[in-house]
């Protein structure tokens, strides 16, 4: 098509756009027509991603889930407002700005777990505690007395060595309730603990 009549009849030239072809080709179910869309868009798709991620591993896992976004998604594609490639370069660019969030929150709730392990020190001074000054039996006794969400938490955490996001997924809780079972059971363990007439009583 000669380029004045593309711009007098923009849409008619994405209609026959080989990208808007083969993605309108594997809306319909072509898995042919979509291996060639791979072909066409993955290396732009990629490049792309990368740019926002800035990580090769994420941007390759970041690229995989576009592709398959576009898969179930193709049918819903209309050339008429827009052009192929910048509909799949803008979902790809939402799902690289949604990786990058991911990561920094996930960064966030690392930091702050590990600036709560730093200031729950004192309260790990609890176990050597109950080694010095009780044996197995009375620190059961006081265990035993815990609310059994809070006892679970603290078993998973401290005994079994699992962090907060971790015991959260097995006690199926928000990560902030496990935080707040797991301190208040070590403040009420240590509070029985340094006075064993609670724990008798």
Known sequence: MHPAARRANPARHRLE???????????????DAFAELYDLMAS????????????????????????????RNAARFDPL???????????AHHRAVDRVRSL??????????HDEQDSATALDATADLATARLNASMLGEALALLP?????????AY???????????LMQAPVG???????????????????PDLVTA
């Open 104 to 113: 920094s929150s996930a960064q966030r709730r690392d930091a702050t777990w």
């Open 44 to 71: 732009r798709v990629h490049g792309l991603v990368l740019r926002v991620v800035r990580d090769h591993h994420h941007a390759e896992e970041v690229t995989q889930e576009v592709f398959v976004e576009i898969w």
């Open 159 to 169: 005994l079994d060595g699992h962090t907060y996001t971790t015991v959260a997924h």
């Open 81 to 91: 407002r827009g052009s192929a490639q910048g509909w799949m370069l803008a979902m």
């Open 177 to 195: 309730t496990t935080k707040t079972r797991i301190r208040t059971a070590l403040h009420s363990l240590r509070d029985r603990l340094q006075n």
């Open 17 to 31: 756009d080989p990208v808007t072809l083969r993605l309108r080709d594997a809306g319909a179910g072509d898995h």
């Open 148 to 156: 059994a969400p809070q006892r679970r938490a603290l078993e998973l």
